[in-house]
T-cell receptor, first 114, second 114 residues
Framework: SQTIHQWPATLVQPVGSPLSLECTVEGTSNPNLYWYRQAAGRGLQLLFYSVGIGQISSEVPQNLSASRPQDRQFILSSKKLLLSDSGFYLC?????????????FGDGTRLSIL | QKEVEQNSGPLSVPEGAIASLNCTYSDRGSQSFFWYRQYSGKSPELIMFIYSNGDKEDGRFTAQLNKASQYVSLLIRDSQPSDSATYLCAVNDLFSGGYNKLIFGAGTRLAVHP
């Protein structure tokens, strides 16, 4: 069966510090991968998605970047965090189908910027 | 503008009652519809998906789809306090090509009281 891992679970960072969040998927090949952010009490905002190694699409201009160095690894990064980067970051995967497949979420990383 | 609309709630129902959660979407040609449950502080968990008009039942859950009215609902029978959570409706993004992007509603908070 497929599993998705995200770490760390919780992170407290000062403003201006760098960020690296990692997500890995097991039990499937060539998954579509997604990074979302959820602000407190709000809906899910899609940040990045990827259909293959090195292929990253950005949904919104922001202070963050994403990379996919391996088939089942997806990394979210920032060089300098802002206060507005606080939130609940979720990685998700789906099978590479044309729009009829659900997405499955990792446990998330709760990021607080001080 | 692609939209998925949900009443934010809270929807309060007594234990044992039927909870009815509703969702409308803007893209008439949407084909895939998903319901996720999100407990406070946790990540979304897929509970149902439906692709065809009509009803789909899974245990205490029934998803209902009416494409003509652009309406999808989730019924929870015999509601339990453990069903108290935010329920997210998601619809496939018609214009995402092969990227299987989903558009999420902001969620409806359900509170089941003993």
């Amino acid at each position: 069966s497929q599993t998705i891992h995200q770490w760390p679970a919780t992170l407290v960072q000062p403003v201006g510090s760098p960020l690296s969040l990692e997500c890995t998927v097991e039990g499937t090949s060539n998954p579509n991968l997604y990074w979302y952010r959820q602000a407190a009490g709000r809906g899910l905002q899609l940040l990045f998605y990827s259909v293959g190694i090195g292929q990253i699409s950005s949904e919104v201009p922001q202070n963050l970047s994403a990379s996919r160095p391996q088939d089942r690894q997806f990394i979210l990064s920032s060089k300098k965090l802002l206060l507005s980067d606080s939130g609940f970051y979720l990685c998700a995967w789906s099978t590479p189908d044309r729009g009829n497949q659900p997405q499955h979420f990792g446990d998330g990383t709760r990021l607080s910027i001080l | 503008q692609k939209e998925v609309e949900q009443n934010s709630g809270p929807l309060s129902v007594p234990e044992g009652a039927i909870a009815s959660l509703n969702c409308t979407y803007s893209d008439r040609g949407s084909q895939s519809f998903f319901w996720y449950r999100q407990y406070s502080g946790k990540s979304p968990e897929l509970i149902m998906f439906i692709y065809s008009n009509g009803d789909k039942e899974d245990g205490r859950f029934t998803a209902q789809l009416n494409k003509a009215s652009q309406y999808v609902s989730l019924l929870i029978r015999d509601s339990q306090p453990s069903d108290s959570a935010t329920y997210l409706c998601a619809v496939n993004d018609l214009f995402s090509g092969g990227y299987n992007k989903l558009i999420f509603g902001a969620g409806t908070r359900l509170a089941v009281h003993p």
